[in-house]
């Protein structure tokens, strides 16, 4: 039986370290302040800045909603992220996504200044992240990231897969775990829709990325024995045992697998928590890079 991940656990010792950071640079007289940014009334978007608010006052970070109606123009939207920018008590602008379809989601991101870019998706944070310059990473890659330290699960010289190319998981990630950084220095392959005989290269696997967005794609044939398995899938389905509730699951066949792997991240409970604990991570040092201190010692 594999050893469960537990974001849980691991994300309330990265929020316990945000909140010291946090404490500190309030001594100082600089307070945190991350303001999100939601178009129209999409259910998971209204969820997800919820659970992000909670994340922030438990962390010792101030946080804001705009709530803009779905017919917001885009010229009123980039004025509201231009007076944000302006704004010297923001540390970090994040625009949640989706955006209605009449918005270019790229546009908008690339007008958040760089140096308030928490989300790490705008243009330049995804180049220095290529060339491994210093950045804000994308929260759910940044996540993985603390949890594979958390549980002390080596990286460097081991056979990654990943499945799924988006541009906030995948393809991030694939960069980060490659890197020269302590974090990277793995071989990584990189898995989507167009790869032939999935299987074969997520067998080939040590630690296995499933970011495909396809409920229970994984199944235990694809996985070597021993090997780590990290969920970020997250799918709804109805809950067999709950009628008329729903419930959580993710990219991989959790049961089957977890005969099998290693390790592996549980949905819920895995990943989703490291996303929103790396958030308040990227925000804090946001408010400690635009207040000219340095990283703290760990
Ligand atoms: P996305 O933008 O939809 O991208 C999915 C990627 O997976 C694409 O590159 C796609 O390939 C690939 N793919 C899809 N089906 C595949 C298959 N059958 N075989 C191989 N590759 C396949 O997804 P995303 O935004 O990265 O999200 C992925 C999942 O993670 C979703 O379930 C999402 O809800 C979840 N998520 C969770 C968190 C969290 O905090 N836990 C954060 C972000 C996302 P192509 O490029 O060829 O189309």
Do not use: W
């Not at 008590?89 to 949640?96: D, E, K, N």
């Not at 007008?111 to 928490?118: G, L, M, Q, R, S």
């Not at 021993?226 to 809950?239: F, L, M, N, T, Y």
Request: net charge positive; glycine share 8%.
């Amino acid at each position: 039986m594999a050893r469960i991940l537990d974001g849980k656990q691991a994300a309330a010792a990265l929020r316990e370290r945000v909140r010291a950071e946090a404490n500190a640079l309030r001594a100082d007289g600089v307070t945190p302040h991350l303001v999100m940014i939601r178009v129209g009334e999409d259910p998971a978007s209204a969820v997800y800045v919820r659970a992000k608010e909670k994340a922030s006052a438990s962390t010792g970070i101030e946080s804001r909603t705009s709530v803009l109606p779905a017919e917001t123009s885009q010229e009123a939207l980039a004025e509201r992220i231009a007076d944000l920018n302006r704004d010297p008590r923001v540390s970090g602008i994040l625009l949640q996504l989706p955006v209605p379809a009449h918005i270019s989601e790229e546009e908008m991101i690339a007008a958040i200044d760089p140096a308030k870019d928490v989300d790490g998706f705008h243009p330049i944070s995804m180049g220095r992240l290529l060339l491994e310059l210093p950045t804000f990473i994308s929260a759910t890659p940044l996540g993985i990231l603390h949890l594979l330290a958390h549980y002390e699960i080596p990286v460097a010289g081991r056979r990654v897969v990943i499945v799924g190319r988006s541009r906030i998981v995948g393809r991030p990630l694939a960069n980060l775990l490659s890197s020269r950084a302590a974090h990277g220095n793995a071989t990584v392959t990189l898995c989507h829709t167009r790869t032939r005989d999935l299987g074969a290269r997520t067998r080939e696997a040590e630690l296995l990325i499933a970011a495909a967005g396809r409920k229970r794609l994984i199944t235990a044939e694809m996985v070597a024995p021993g090997a780590v398995v990290v969920d970020v899938g997250i799918h709804r389905e109805p809950d067999p045992n709950r009628p008329g509730k729903q419930r959580l699951c993710g990219d991989v066949d959790f049961p089957a697998v977890s005969e099998i792997a290693g390790a592996i991240t549980p949905v819920p409970g895995g990943v989703g928590p490291m996303t929103v604990a790396a958030l308040m991570a990227n925000t804090v040092a946001a408010a400690r890079r635009q207040s000219g201190r340095s990283a703290p010692q760990r």
